[in-house]
């Protein structure tokens, strides 16, 4: 089943390609809704284990794969969100087969990533994921998308290189048979080498995270998207970094994650209030959103990087919901640019007439910006509370950015949404059909989640107390 | 036997039946050319070349030599060559359709072309200093020949260049070979390695300038820097089907030859490894970043070409064993991305100067086949997964990373980041929409270069998705082992 889950997309996007053009969207929606339904299953069953079978003897690369745990929470969050997006896709985009295809191809590469239990096959999805995301800039973007792109792709490889040179030295500097988590975690480096690599594979991380001082692709990357948000909704769901370090960067790298405990933490929290303080002088809703989600990265970060379980236990959680109402958002602001034909935050008065659209855009900033009752707030709260164990300062100042996030998002939406009506402002339509499920399931999902947080909780627990236990083993 | 007897050579005919095989098609494109159109001995070459295949596959595992091991027909020859094969193949394909326009359409052409390939398998099966050599000429000699065809200044021009510098490099080669045989007294890899060990330390001072001097040498054949300066003018002026063969082929052989000389006679020599692993450093930056400033698609994959040279040579500074094997895998997929983006170009381009990489903007709409196809290539050119150049990169860090060099592998890793930019631009630039007419020239799409362009595409995916189909075969440490001869 859970092979299923991953390549079903994929067949999905290899299918779209002969299927006629007006059953295009009915296609690509039945494949999203079957990846969830079987994600869904493999829930109830109570996870996927651990399934390895040889790819490359000769070479020790094996085909690992699991979803349990952490990994089912964020390919569940992953199924959901493509649903949202093709949902959304098919209705926004004219003649969408192509947007589609990607979708559901990224969709693979991104189950995949949460999948994978081999570093080669890590890496293999790692990549892959990648190729769809640039070819939905390079054929949707706007107009600079050139630029954005060699920024996009320069950043995010230079970090997987680093990483591979480092895989192939994590195996053969500890000799281990294969490249599967099992083994390479029996057969760890230690003293300096282990350092070393630590700091190639968490290039790739800080990139993908992304982790001050580098960021820079991001902004531009969401900013030069199509306008509709769909490829910045799959965008979000690519911050693997987080995950990656909590997988494979504390089990293979254990002395190294507690020696470089204190500076990883310390840009993890720059980051967070860094991004926010920007976010603060935004006039583009895009632009503000891409430092909105560095920002929420920059609290994962932390809370991975300060290894203590309440805060990694909150940094999942904030991993997967992030990913649900900030992209809903970003579906949100591609609903009001197709509306008023601007990206712009001081439009004003967009209230007076899509009441609808500004109730639901209000509550999931209130989700993003961590108001109790919503599953941000449980995040945030316990990685702050984890890591003020470990580092207090360090805790303290990234605390202030919850204060920073109230003001950016609010001060945004109120000259967009409230304020006073330009004259001779067009008049502007409310939701209407799919719009109210593309916003309202997310937002009812960060709810409930934030309210009764524990079918989450029971499945990222375990997981990040056996990950934990092989910190102290060390 | 008494001493004053006839001495008969020892010679072999199955060992030297792959080869022979190739030259019954070059002299046979020779003499029929007089009677038969050139397409009919294009047709006749590649059931030569696939003949050839057959007999080097039923090779496999006999251990056959001639002339006392002069020539071996070992599992290294039989991969490498079919390797070169497959590359020979695609060279006739793509020239089927484009060699008329390319004003090369004489029968001279095939006869140039099977004579240069019955050298470089002379290079992939040599046994001894002497047969390297010859089938270097061979090789050379129709390649200055091949670049030169096409009546332009600008082929005359990189003809000439290539004849030049390839001359030059040929004869610092032989001052190479010379140089081992004073110090070691013998011409054969097998000789040359048992008595490198061992040597008086004068003797070891001549092996080692010996060694550099065919460094350099072939250096000058698989273009690695400094010594690369024609590879860009040689490959972008001659008409693309021969810049195809120039730039798989021949650099196929070139490294099969490094392979044996230096994997297999010199494994034990000092001195050349460290000259070696500067020369590829120079390589990956030189390489990567001149790519990076072309405005001309065809002179980028030149560019490209050389930057891989870099990533190959890594794979020699690993031992023989992971070193060959990471080579065998690595030249066949570079062979197929490669040759595959260059039939491409060969279809679409307008005239032989190739195309201009703004010129790709919205091919997409307009060839989508052609368009997927290329991006494949050049997403397999730059090493990303799940194509096959993903391994192929990966087998190259991880046998000089074995070996010890890790900073070149950290070198290469950076220098990567700028190859991918370069691969990455044209590859988007071809799904941007775009309205402007059309530059491509019109009825190039033909069946046998569509062909060569599927056997490409299909080889690097499926070799990336299950390397092991291929990776199986070259990574049996044994057929490394003795690369000197046995």
């Known amino acids: 089943m859970i092979h299923f889950m991953i390549f079903l997309p994929l067949l999905g996007s290899l299918l779209l390609l002969i299927t006629p053009v007006r059953w295009r969207e009915e296609v690509a929606g039945f494949f999203a809704a079957a990846t969830l339904g079987l994600g869904i299953g493999i829930w109830r069953a109570g996870g996927a284990d651990l399934f390895s079978i040889n790819w490359v003897p000769s070479l020790g690369i094996t085909y690992s794969v699991a979803l349990d745990g952490v990994s089912l929470t ?3 969050v992953t199924a959901f969100m493509t649903l949202i997006a093709i949902l959304y896709a098919s209705r926004r985009v004219a003649n969408p087969g192509t947007m589609l295809a990607l979708i559901l191809a990224m969709e693979t590469g991104l189950i995949g990533i949460f999948a994978a239990r081999d570093l080669i096959l890590f890496y293999v999805f790692f990549e892959d994921a990648l190729l769809p995301a640039l070819l939905m800039l390079a054929i949707y973007g706007k107009s600079h998308r050139m630029r954005a792109l060699v920024k996009f792709a320069a950043y995010t490889l230079f970090g997987s290189l680093l990483m591979l040179v480092s895989i192939i030295g994590i195996k053969s500097l500890g000799g281990s048979p294969t490249f599967a988590l099992v083994d390479l975690a029996a057969n760890t480096v230690t003293g300096p080498a282990q350092t070393w690599l630590y700091l190639g594979f968490l290039a790739a991380m800080a990139v993908k995270l992304p982790l001050w001082p580098l960021h820079a692709w991001l902004p531009d990357f969401h900013e030069q998207n199509h306008d509709s948000g769909i490829p910045d909704l799959m965008g ?13 960067g504390i089990e293979l790298f254990p002395d190294a994650s507690e020696q470089l405990r204190p500076i990883l933490m310390g840009l993890a929290a720059f980051t967070a209030l860094y991004a926010a303080w920007i976010a603060f002088r935004q006039t583009n809703w895009k632009r503000l959103l891409a430092y909105a989600g560095l920002s929420h990265m920059g609290f994962v970060a932390l809370g991975v990087f300060s290894l203590n379980e309440t805060a990694v236990i909150g940094a999942m959680y904030l991993l997967a919901f992030q990913n649900v109402y900030t992209g809903a958002l970003f579906l949100a602001v591609g609903m009001l640019q197709e509306r008023i034909g601007s990206l712009d935050t001081r439009v004003g008065g967009v209230m007076n007439q899509a009441g609808a659209l500004g109730g639901l855009t209000m509550a ?3 989700a993003s910006i961590a108001v109790p009752g919503f599953a941000g707030f449980v995040g945030e709260f316990s990685i702050l509370l984890g890591a003020y164990q470990v580092q207090p300062w360090i805790t303290f100042v990234a605390g202030l950015t919850t204060i920073a996030a109230a003001v950016y998002a609010l001060s945004a939406f109120q000259t967009t949404f409230w304020q006073g009506r330009p004259l001779g402002g067009i008049k502007v339509a409310d939701l209407h059909g799919t719009e109210w499920l593309v916003l309202g399931l997310p937002l009812a999902v960060a709810l409930f989640f934030g309210v009764y947080s524990a079918p989450a909780i029971n499945l990222i627990q375990p997981a990040v107390k056996t990950v934990l236990a092989a910190l102290g083993a060390n | 036997m008494p001493e004053s007897a006839l001495q008969i050579p020892d010679v072999k005919l199955a060992a030297m039946l792959p080869i022979l095989i190739v030259l019954a098609g070059a002299i046979a494109s020779t003499v029929l050319g007089f009677n038969l159109p050139r397409r009919a001995l294009t047709i006749i070459n590649l059931v030569m070349l696939v003949l050839s295949g057959v007999s080097m596959v039923t090779l496999w595992d006999s251990g056959a030599t001639a002339f006392g091991g002069g020539l071996q027909a070992d599992n290294a020859a039989i991969l490498l060559g079919l390797t070169i094969l497959v590359g020979s193949i695609m060279t006739l394909l793509v020239s089927l359709d484009t ?22 398998l002379l290079i992939a099966f040599s046994g001894d200093l002497i047969v390297m050599l010859i089938g270097l000429e061979i090789m050379s000699l129709s390649g200055y020949v091949l670049a030169t065809l096409q009546a332009s200044r600008r082929a005359e021009e990189s003809g000439l260049k290539y004849f030049l510098l390839g001359a030059v490099g040929s004869a610092i080669l032989i001052y190479g070979i010379a140089f081992v045989y004073g110090a070691t007294g013998s011409l054969s890899y097998a000789g040359i390695a048992a008595k490198a060990s061992g040597l008086t330390p004068a003797n070891v001072g001549i092996l080692v300038g010996g060694a550099l001097l065919m460094l350099a040498g072939f250096a000058f054949k698989v273009a690695l820097a400094p010594f690369h300066q024609w590879t860009p003018d040689v490959y972008g002026g001659a008409p693309t089907s021969v810049s195809l063969f120039l730039s798989t082929v021949v650099k196929v052989a070139a490294f099969a030859g490094m392979l044996r000389v230096f994997g297999g006679a010199l494994a034990d020599a000092p001195g050349w490894a460290s000259v070696l692993q500067i020369l590829t450093a120079a390589t990956l930056i030189i390489g990567n970043t001149a790519a990076l400033l072309q405005r001309n698609f065809k002179r980028m994959l030149a560019y490209s070409a050389v930057a891989h040279t870099g990533f190959l040579a890594m794979c020699l500074l690993g031992t023989p064993q992971a070193g060959g094997a990471a080579l065998g895998y690595y030249l066949l997929v570079y062979t197929l991305m490669t040759a595959a983006a260059l039939a491409v170009v060969a279809a679409l381009q307008r005239d032989e100067t190739g195309m201009e990489i703004d010129d790709l903007r919205g091919l997409y709409y307009r060839h989508p086949a052609y368009a997927v196809a290329l991006a494949v290539c050049l997403a397999s050119l730059a090493g990303l997964p799940p194509f096959a150049g993903f391994f192929g990169k990966y087998l190259a860090f991880q046998a000089a990373f074995q070996n010890g060099y890790v900073w070149i592998s950290v070198l ?13 631009r044209p590859a988007m630039l071809m799904f941007m929409p775009d309205r402007t007419p059309a530059r491509e020239y019109p009825n190039g799409q033909r069946t046998p270069t569509n062909f060569a362009v599927v056997l490409g595409v299909l080889g690097v995916t499926v070799l990336g998705v299950l390397p092991n189909i291929w990776y199986g075969w070259v990574q049996n440490p044994a057929i490394w082992l003795f690369l000197a001869g046995r």
């Not at chain 1, 979000?236 to 494979?248: D, E, H």
């Not at chain 2, 060699?99 to 470089?120: K, N, Q």
């Open chain 2, 412 to 424: 290469a890793a950076l220098t990567s980041v700028a190859a991918l930019i370069y691969y990455l």
């Open chain 1, 364 to 366: 999931l900033w209130f």
């Open chain 1, 236 to 248: 979000t769901l690519y911050k693997v970094g987080g995950y990656g370090i909590f997988r494979f």
């Open chain 2, 99 to 120: 060699a008329y326009r390319a004003r090369v359409s004489f029968p001279e052409f095939d006869a140039m072309l099977m004579y240069a390939i019955t050298g470089t």
């Open chain 1, 74 to 76: 964020l390919a569940l």
